[in-house]
Structure formats: C-alpha cells, structure tokens
C-alpha cells in the first residue's frame, strides 16, 4: 500500500505561479516513476509529467512544457510540481500518481 498526498493548491491569477507538492508514504513505495495528472472541469484526466525517481529523467506534456518543472526530494519521498505562467486553461484538480495509486487531489484554479 502506497499513500499519496498531494498539497499546495489554490486560486491564482494569470500569470502567477504556485508549487504542488505530493508526499509519499508506505512499504510498497518504489523508486520507480512518479507522476502528476489533472482533470479539468467536465473533461478527463490528462498527463501532465512525471519523473523517473532515480536518474531523475523527466517528461511533460506539451501544454505545460517550458512552463512546469516536476522534481523530487528523495529523503523526503516528495514530488513536487512547480508551474510558473499560468493560464485560465491550467484551473483543474491535480493529482500525484505513483504506479497503480492515486492521491486524493488539489484544487488549482487560474483566474483571468
């Protein structure tokens, strides 16, 4: 069992910036990959990024790219998302994802 808290969310205008961050806890934790995902109002859950938790490799998806940063605190087992130049279109529940488990979600919300 792995468990997955994520924090940090919250209202920000357009332009502005805020950090995620996401707490890993329990005896089935890996160092594998961590991941965050977001659902949109009324759309699905889409990627956002994830990283590979020992070489620290990273991927993001396009919408974010130059704008996200994932990284980790490994002592910790903390994941953290640093999204800079926010848009309206950012405003969605973020979610910390760690191979089959979820964490319960934050709320971020972009006004314009």
């Known amino acids: 069992q792995v468990q997955l808290v994520e924090s940090g969310g919250g209202l920000v205008q357009a332009g502005g910036s805020l950090r995620l961050s996401c707490a890993a806890s329990?005896?089935?934790?890996?160092?594998?990959?961590m991941a965050w995902f977001r659902q949109p109002p009324g759309k699905e859950r889409e990627f956002v990024a994830a990283l590979g938790w020992i070489l620290g490799n990273t991927w993001y998806a396009d919408s974010v790219k130059g704008r996200f940063t994932v990284s980790r605190d490994s002592a910790e087992n903390t994941l953290y998302l640093q999204m800079d130049s926010l848009k309206t279109e950012d405003t969605a529940i973020y979610y910390c994802n760690h191979l089959q488990w979820w964490g319960q979600g934050t709320q971020v919300t972009v006004s314009s």
């Open positions: 329990g005896r089935a934790f890996s160092t594998y990959l």
